[in-house]
């Protein structure tokens, strides 16, 4: 399995950047999406998830109304729009996959390599 996550980088406080995630090796269309994300020294933060089809999304308090997930099931990928971005967004974003519906949580099956969004002031 591997999910690439590409789109991250450097924008100005109340910008906005498009995520991707792209991946193979898996049934897509079987697989909760997750978006999660580490600032440094901190933990791991949930940040959204999708559904299989795309009918349920979860968010995340602090990016709620901001940030918005979604799926391309054709294309097996998932995607991650950051809109009014903030410098306390700025952080390596990960996307991740399982098999079942674990609402904000951290733990997922398969995690990709992350990318970095840095948000200015």
């Known amino acids: 399995v591997q999910l690439q996550a590409s789109g991250g980088g450097l924008v100005q406080a109340g910008g906005s950047l498009r995520l991707s995630c792209a991946a193979s090796?898996?049934?897509?269309?079987?697989?909760?999406m997750g978006w999660l994300r580490q600032a440094p020294g901190k933990e791991r933060e949930f940040i959204a998830a999708?559904?299989?089809?795309?009918?349920?999304?979860s968010y995340a308090d602090s990016v709620k109304g901001r940030f918005t997930i979604s799926r391309d099931n054709d294309k097996n990928t998932a995607y991650l729009q950051l809109n009014r971005l903030k410098p306390e967004d700025t952080a390596v974003y990960y996307c991740?996959?399982?098999?079942?519906?674990?609402?904000?949580?951290?733990?997922?099956?398969?995690w990709g390599q992350g990318t970095q969004v840095t948000v200015s002031s």
């Open positions: 999708i559904s299989w089809t795309g009918d349920l999304t």
């Open positions: 991740a996959a399982d098999l079942y519906w674990r609402d904000r949580s951290t733990e997922y099956d398969y």
């Open positions: 090796g898996l049934t897509f269309n079987t697989y909760v």
